[in-house]
C-alpha cells in the first residue's frame, strides 16, 4: 500500500504559478510510474504529467510548455511546476503512484485560478 499526500495547492491569478508536492509513504524508485491527474467539475480526470523510473516523461497536449514534473532531491518527492496558470487549469489535483498490480491516489489539492 503507497499513501501518497499532495500539497500546495491554491488559489492564484491568471498567468500566475504554483507548485504542487506529491509525498509517497515510500521511494519513488520503487513505483513504476508517478503521475499528476486532474478533474474539473463535470468532467472526467484526466492525466496531466507523468515520469517512470526511467525518468521518461509525458504530458498532456493542454499544458506542454506551461506544466513541469520532477523528482525532488528526497526519494520519495514529485513536483508539479504550473507556470502560465489558465482559468481552464482549475481542477482538483491527484498525485498517483503506479505499481505492476496496483494505483494508488492521494486525496487531492485545489486549485483555482481566477482573477
Known amino acids: 500500500q503507497v499513501q501518497l499526500v499532495e500539497s500546495g495547492g491554491g488559489l492564484v491569478q491568471p498567468g500566475g504559478s504554483l507548485r504542487l508536492s506529491c509525498t509517497a509513504s515510500e521511494s519513488i524508485f520503487r513505483i513504476n510510474v508517478m503521475g499528476w491527474y486532474r478533474q474539473a467539475p463535470g468532467k472526467e480526470r484526466e492525466l496531466v504529467a507523468s515520469?517512470?523510473?526511467?525518468?521518461?516523461?509525458n504530458y498532456a497536449d493542454s499544458v506542454k510548455g506551461r506544466f513541469t514534473i520532477s523528482r525532488g532531491i528526497a526519494k520519495n518527492t514529485v513536483y508539479l511546476q504550473m507556470n502560465s496558470l489558465k482559468p481552464e487549469d482549475t481542477a482538483v489535483y491527484y498525485c498517483?503512484?503506479?505499481?505492476?498490480?496496483?494505483?494508488?491516489w492521494g486525496q487531492g489539492t485545489q486549485v483555482t485560478v481566477s482573477s
Open positions: 498517483s503512484a503506479r505499481k505492476p498490480f496496483s494505483l494508488y
Open positions: 515520469i517512470t523510473t526511467a525518468v521518461t516523461i
